[in-house]
């Protein structure tokens, strides 16, 4: 089978999960977009998490030409990406009990502010326990998550649920387990994973969603412009000034 054949299935399977989500989960992402201007609305702030790979559609939307302006990176240090070395330190860390209790309790957030938690699987301690003492505190929790995994492999944390279990908002990425689309002969393990490109997409679509309700209300959303476009520094300063209290990566 020829590479050309193989990118092309990839696109098409790609292409297939962007459509069922589009279809099937609407109602989801509408519902994760009001829940952001209610929170803004009300004076609250906006934080996205995720662990490992999980972060990239995260950080995706955090200072992000065309985005909300007041949408934060919640990190969690040696988890958020794959910059420790050794990279499965990363991994080591979603599962240890008491770490995101403590990202939290020393954190910016506070109670009204809204956390989406960003996790594939949804099994392991560190993202659950996120979305679950998030809660605690008050806040209100959007999970992006594939279901299927609560369907067909065994929480890993001591609680012995799922990320889904612990949300206000559950938006579906309809990720088979495993996260790999493809086979093909002669090589010996599915590959091709679609996690990323779907869930960045549900994440623009989440905040296209809060913008439009925003503006639905009266609201003039703050979004930022592109730096490469003439007044696009201006305009983000302006922005930036009139939302200080709420973006906290600029501090």
């Given at each position: 089978?020829?590479?050309?054949?193989?990118?092309?299935?990839?696109?098409?399977?790609?292409?297939?999960?962007?459509?069922?989500?589009?279809?099937?989960?609407?109602?989801?992402?509408?519902?994760?977009?009001?829940?952001?201007?209610?929170?803004?609305?009300?004076?609250?702030?906006?934080?996205?998490?995720?662990?490992?790979?999980?972060?990239?559609?995260?950080?995706?939307?955090?200072?992000?030409?065309?985005?909300?302006?007041?949408?934060?990176?919640?990190?969690?240090?040696?988890?958020?990406?794959?910059?420790?070395?050794?990279?499965t330190l990363g991994s080591?860390?979603?599962?240890?009990?008491?770490?995101?209790?403590?990202?939290?309790?020393?954190?910016?957030?506070?109670?009204?502010?809204?956390?989406?938690?960003?996790?594939?699987?949804?099994?392991?301690?560190?993202?659950?326990?996120?979305?679950?003492?998030?809660?605690?505190?008050?806040?209100?929790?959007?999970?992006?998550?594939?279901?299927?995994?609560?369907?067909?492999?065994?929480?890993?944390?001591?609680?012995?649920?799922?990320?889904?279990?612990?949300?206000?908002?559950?938006?579906?990425?309809?990720?088979?387990?495993?996260?790999?689309?493809?086979?093909?002969?002669?090589?010996?393990?599915?590959?091709?994973?679609?996690?990323?490109?779907?869930?960045?997409?549900?994440?623009?679509?989440?905040?296209?969603?809060?913008?439009?309700e925003l503006a639905a209300?009266?609201?003039?959303?703050?979004?930022?412009?592109?730096?490469?476009?003439?007044?696009?520094?201006?305009?983000?300063?302006?922005?930036?000034?009139?939302?200080?209290?709420?973006?906290?990566?600029?501090?």
């Open positions: 089978m020829s590479e050309d054949t193989l990118a092309e299935r990839f696109f098409d399977a790609a292409v297939g999960l962007l459509e069922r989500v589009r279809a099937e989960e609407a109602g989801t992402i509408a519902a994760a977009g009001r829940l952001i201007a209610d929170a803004f609305s009300a004076g609250g702030r906006i934080f996205a998490f995720g662990a490992g790979h999980s972060s990239l559609p995260a950080q995706d939307v955090v200072y992000r030409a065309g985005g909300l302006a007041v949408l934060n990176l919640l990190p969690v240090p040696g988890a958020t990406g794959v910059d420790v070395v050794p990279a080591a860390l979603e599962r240890v009990a008491g770490l995101a209790s403590a990202v939290l309790d020393t954190g910016p957030v506070r109670a009204g502010d809204v956390l989406v938690v960003i996790s594939l699987s949804g099994r392991n301690t560190l993202p659950v326990e996120m979305a679950s003492h998030a809660r605690e505190l008050g806040l209100r929790v959007i999970g992006v998550t594939s279901v299927a995994y609560a369907a067909t492999t065994a929480p890993r944390n001591a609680s012995g649920t799922f990320l889904k279990d612990h949300c206000d908002v559950v938006v579906d990425s309809k990720i088979a387990v495993g996260d790999a689309e493809l086979t093909a002969d002669g090589i010996d393990a599915p590959f091709a994973p679609a996690s990323t490109v779907v869930t960045s997409a549900i994440m623009q679509a989440v905040t296209a969603s809060a913008a439009g209300r009266g609201t003039v959303p703050p979004l930022l412009r592109s730096g490469n476009v003439d007044g696009g520094h201006e305009w983000n300063d302006r922005v930036m000034t009139e939302y200080a209290d709420r973006i906290l990566y600029r501090r």
